[in-house]
Structures are given as C-alpha cells and as structure tokens.
C-alpha cells in the first residue's frame, strides 16, 4: 500500500499555512502559472514534501515516487517524472532540476551544495521557508492593494460616466434656462467638454503605454527606467525598497548557512532578485568583493542599502557572523514591511472613500446648482 505524504506531514509535525478567508483575496492572491508549470505556490508544496519524506528516512527515488502518486496537473506531474527519470539514470538531484529547465540557479547550486555537504535536509527547509514567505509577501501586498485599486477603478468608471454622459444631458438643460451659470458649474461643464473630446486619445494613450510595457518589461532600459521611478514614490518607495532588501538577506542567509563562498552567493542573488536597482548594486558589490573589499564597504556606496543593515553586515564580518546577521536582518525587514502594509491598509481605505466622495460630491453639487437658483429666481 503507497505511503501518504499527507499521513507523513502530520506524524512530522509540519505546520499547517493559513490561508485567506476571504473570498475575494482568495481569488486575487492564486499563484497563476504561464508556461513553466511551476509557480512559486508549487515549488514551495513541492520542497515541503521532499523534506518531509526526506525527514521520514524515505530516499530520494521513492520520495520521487510517492510525490507522483499524489493528483496533480498534466504539467507539473511531467516535470517532477522528467526529474525522476533523470535521478534513476544516474544524475544527482541538482543535475535533474538543472536538465528540467523551470528552476533557477539559485534553487540549482543551493541543492548542488546540500548534496555535497550533506545537508540536503536542511537546503530544502530552507528552501520551501523561501518560498513560503515569497508567497506571504505576495498575498499580504495584493490584499492592501487590491481593495484600493477595485474602488479607484470603480470610482473611475462613475467619474467617467458622469462626465461622459449625465454632464452633457445636464448642460442641455442648462442651455434652455438662458442665464449664466454658476462658476462651478461652468468649470465641470468645461471639463467635460474637454473630456468628451480627449477621452479616446487617452484611451488609445494608455492602451498603447500597456503594450509597449508588456513588451519591453524585460529590457533593461525599461527596467532602469521603472525600477528608480518606483524608488522615488512617497512611501511606497521606500516599503517596495525594503521588500527587496527582505529578500535579499533571506537569500544569503540561505547560502551562507549551505556553506556557498561569497562571491558565488552574491552571483546567485543577482540572478533571482528581479528588482533592477537592487540587481545592479549586487553586480558592482560582486566586483568589488573580487578585489579583495569587504562586502559592507562595497555596500556603503550604493543608496538602496540602509545605514542599518550596512553597520549591522560590518560587525558581522568582524565576528564571522554573516548567516545569523542575514537572519535577523530578514526578520527585521519582514516585520516592518508587515507592520506598513497593515498601516497602509488602515490609512487607504478611508482616504479613498473621502476623496473620491469629494469628486463625485462636488460634480454633483455643480449640476444641481443652477437649478437651485433658478427655484430661487421663480420666488
């Protein structure tokens, strides 16, 4: 009879991840998958398992084996039996992951090194603690921003309604009465003109601006270009700069403590990171790093880095203590990155509804009043 992983789980004691209750958040934070087949959902389910096992005494080819009796999507299933294939033929687990061509270097040298050092166990903890939190951030940061978002574009789409069509009607009438109209009112019925004019320009505007944005995501000028914009936005900014720096530490945590030398594991960062600011600071500190610097000089000389995590590295370096400073400063950076995200949240929500109530309020007030006047008048 197959062994369960799920009995497995449970006899290990894993620990259980809460999911969102809430529908809508559900909906938005599910990990969508385009052509490699792995999302970071599944890599993180697919790492739990095989320390599990692995944590169970099962081997490498029967915890493959177990992995592909659970159901599971025609790709997925195909990769994981692509990389079993490859471990019966005699290539080690890196090898395999390496031939399947959906996992990154990272993933690839941190289990090369597990392998080599014995500490697979650990390399794969390690790993699905990675991309669990990955998936974590990700969720918290759609949760905070998706409800803004669904009110500005619903507030948008009444906005434009309004002056696509209920301000014209309204400016007819405004015609027949033959007085001047009140300045308010004499401004909307002015910018809706101009609306009703430009509004598909700008249509055709912002459709061209996705296009051309979807296409040149990956160029590195686009990059440069959106990365610093994104830098210099009040608050944001500066939480999405600590979100990378996150990131960032949790990932050399990670290769320091699988015993990979600096160098490499900088290399390694470069590659994954996917912030373009923070992906050109680790290339010129991995440079200076070759020359003989140390890693918190080269650090200092790069703005994305906080004076902080810059004097904190420099004491670690002194001790041989990186892997543990990484840690705490991972754990920092999550915990305030947790904290803003709530704050966010809390501060948005009602300073949307007042703004957007005072537009809506205002181009109301504007319509009604010339016939308030005109009632005024007929007394």
């Known amino acids: 009879m197959a062994i369960e992983i799920s009995t497995i789980k449970g006899a290990s004691g894993a620990k259980e991840k809460k999911s969102g209750t809430n529908s809508l958040s559900e909906f938005?934070?599910?990990?969508?998958?385009?052509?490699?087949?792995?999302?970071?959902?599944?890599?993180?389910?697919?790492?739990?398992?095989?320390?599990?096992?692995?944590?169970?005494?099962?081997?490498?080819?029967?915890?493959?084996?177990?992995?592909?009796?659970?159901?599971?999507?025609?790709?997925?299933?195909?990769?994981?039996?692509?990389?079993?294939?490859?471990?019966?033929?005699?290539?080690?687990?890196?090898?395999?992951?390496?031939?399947?061509?959906?996992?990154?270097?990272?993933?690839?040298?941190?289990i090369r090194i597990g392998e080599e050092t014995g500490n697979l166990n650990h390399v794969l903890e390690?790993?699905?603690?990675?991309?669990?939190?990955?998936?974590?951030?990700?969720?918290?940061?759609?949760?905070?921003f998706s409800y803004p978002v669904f009110v500005i574009l619903l507030s948008l789409g009444v906005v434009?309604?309004?002056?696509?069509?209920?301000?014209?009607?309204?400016?007819?009438?405004?015609?027949?009465?033959?007085?001047?109209l009140p300045a308010m009112t004499q401004k909307v019925v002015f910018l809706s003109d101009v609306f009703v004019a430009y509004s598909p320009i700008v249509l055709i505007g912002m459709l061209v601006f996705f296009i051309v944005a979807f296409s040149q995501r990956k160029k590195v000028w686009f990059r440069r270009i959106t990365g610093n914009m994104i830098l210099r936005i009040p608050f944001f900014g500066d939480m999405i700069r600590k979100v990378?720096?996150?990131?960032?530490?949790?990932?050399?945590?990670?290769?320091?403590?699988?015993?990979?030398?600096?160098?490499?594991a900088l290399?390694?960062?470069?590659?994954?990171?996917?912030?373009?600011?923070?992906?050109?600071?680790?290339?010129?500190?991995?440079?200076?790093?070759?020359?003989?610097?140390?890693?918190?000089?080269?650090?200092?000389?790069?703005?994305?880095?906080?004076?902080?995590?810059?004097?904190?590295?420099?004491?670690?370096?002194?001790?041989?203590?990186l892997e543990d400073m990484f840690g705490k400063l991972n754990k920092q950076y999550t915990e305030e990155v947790?904290?803003?995200?709530?704050?966010?949240?809390?501060?948005m929500e009602p300073l949307l509804m007042v703004v957007i109530g005072s537009i809506v309020g205002f181009i109301l007030i504007a319509l009604y009043l010339p016939m308030f006047n005109l009632g005024g008048a007929i007394k």
Do not use: W
Not at 134 to 143: F, H
Not at 281 to 304: D, N, P, T, W, Y
Not at 338 to 347: F, M, N, V
């Open 160 to 180: 434009y309604f309004m002056m696509r069509y209920i301000v014209p009607m309204f400016s007819v009438i405004f015609k027949r009465f033959g007085s001047e």
């Open 126 to 144: 390690q790993l699905a603690v990675y991309y669990y939190k990955r998936i974590a951030l990700k969720r918290q940061l759609t949760k905070v």
């Open 28 to 110: 938005l934070n599910r990990d969508i998958s385009l052509g490699s087949g792995f999302s970071d959902k599944k890599k993180e389910s697919f790492y739990t398992d095989l320390k599990t096992l692995a944590q169970a005494g099962v081997d490498l080819r029967t915890a493959f084996e177990l992995i592909l009796e659970e159901p599971r999507k025609k790709k997925e299933h195909e990769i994981i039996h692509g990389i079993h294939q490859q471990i019966v033929s005699g290539k080690s687990f890196s090898q395999a992951l390496e031939h399947s061509g959906v996992f990154s270097p990272y993933e690839c040298v941190s």
């Open 267 to 321: 290399e390694l960062v470069e590659q994954m990171i996917g912030f373009y600011p923070l992906e050109t600071a680790i290339h010129q500190i991995r440079g200076e790093v070759a020359r003989g610097e140390k890693l918190s000089q080269c650090m200092s000389r790069h703005a994305i880095f906080d004076k902080k995590l810059i004097s904190l590295i420099k004491v670690a370096e002194e001790v041989n203590a």
């Open 338 to 347: 947790d904290h803003r995200t709530a704050t966010l949240g809390t501060i």
């Open 244 to 264: 990378y720096l996150s990131r960032f530490c949790q990932s050399m945590e990670m290769l320091v403590s699988s015993k990979t030398n600096l160098l490499e």
